[in-house]
């Protein structure tokens, strides 16, 4: 999250000595004899944009619902490429939050340690990050009822419809996680407690100085491996080829990682991930959607390199 950005600068306190009778007036604003410098109309309002950016970044919108920022500076952000995007949230969406948010919603603190198998009743959980408007989210959860799903994302709009399209659908296997998904992993999350992860259409960060902001990389898999169980499925899905490519290498180069496909590749969409608007808007317009998926592997034998 970005600083408060200081919306008016400070003038020096140092005042001019008395100008001549003859000389020109000094410029308009300029401070004189001490006094104080009315503001203009565009500066007075200019402020008070600030100061209302401001009050967004750091209040919840709903009482009872996601805060804006869950975590504040309580820990270091090793990712910072996102941050809430609050707008337009429409009648529907600001009654699912305010009704369902304290049932199911949660936000990404990390100030503790959630307990799983009570969160979701005993059920197997897989973790997705990103859902978008939660379509797809919600018909896997309808889909699949013996499996909890732990839906992180940081759009509110996207929050409220999820809630309310999972209500709707009778599916109440669905948390929603507000936050940043790598404290939430790092902090919150115990040894071996995921059966899956789930990453769909990321933001693929075309441009080669932001690759680095790209999700899929090693460092979070050696964030992630920890805090999933051997045989858990980690499922990629992009349709951005290059991004793709780093997903398949980076997996494979991983010695906790194996793919589930005889040669090495991609795999088909598999039944339980639903054709989404998005992906199919992206179909029509020629691109190509790949599917990865691989499995987490057992410890090797010896002391583990990777600790978290």
Not at 37 to 65: C, I, Y
Not at 247 to 267: I, K, R
Not at 279 to 300: I, M, S
Request: hydrophobic residues 35%; contains cysteine; proline residues 11%.
């Amino acid at each position: 999250m970005s600083e408060p950005v200081n919306p008016t600068p400070k003038t020096s306190g140092a005042t001019a000595e008395p100008a001549p009778a003859a000389a020109a007036a000094p410029p308009s604003g300029a401070p004189t004899g001490g006094a104080p410098v009315p503001r203009t109309d565009e500066e007075a309002r200019r402020e008070a944009s600030f100061e209302r950016q401001r009050r967004l970044r750091q209040e919840p919108r709903f009482p009872g619902g996601p805060a804006a920022d869950p975590a504040g500076s309580h820990h270091e952000r090793r990712i910072r490429s996102f941050q809430p995007r609050r707008s337009r949230v429409t009648t529907g969406q600001e009654d699912a939050l305010q009704r369902l948010w304290p049932l199911w919603g949660l936000d990404i603190d990390g100030r503790r340690v959630l307990g799983l198998p009570t969160l979701f009743g005993g059920l197997p959980v897989v973790l997705e990050i990103g859902f978008g408007m939660g379509e797809a989210t919600a018909q896997m959860a309808a889909d699949d009822p013996g499996t909890g799903i732990l839906a992180v994302d940081v759009h509110t709009p996207g929050q409220g419809n999820l809630l309310g399209l999972a209500e709707r659908a009778g599916a109440t296997n669905v948390r929603v996680a507000n936050g940043d998904a790598i404290i939430l992993l790092r902090e919150m999350l115990e040894p071996a407690s995921l059966d899956g992860l789930r990453v769909y259409f990321p933001d693929p960060w075309p441009k080669t100085r932001h690759h680095k902001r790209r999700l899929i990389q090693p460092e979070f898999l050696d964030l992630v491996a920890p805090r999933l169980k051997p045989g858990a499925l980690v499922h990629c899905a992009t349709d951005w080829e290059p991004y793709a490519e780093q997903m398949l290498d980076v997996l494979t180069a991983h010695p906790l990682f194996e793919n589930t496909q005889a040669d090495g590749g991609y795999a088909p969409r598999p039944a339980f991930r639903p054709l989404t608007r998005f992906e199919g808007q992206g179909l029509d317009k020629g691109h190509v959607v790949h599917d990865v998926l691989f499995t987490r592997t057992a410890e090797p034998s010896g002391p583990s390199s990777i600790s978290h």
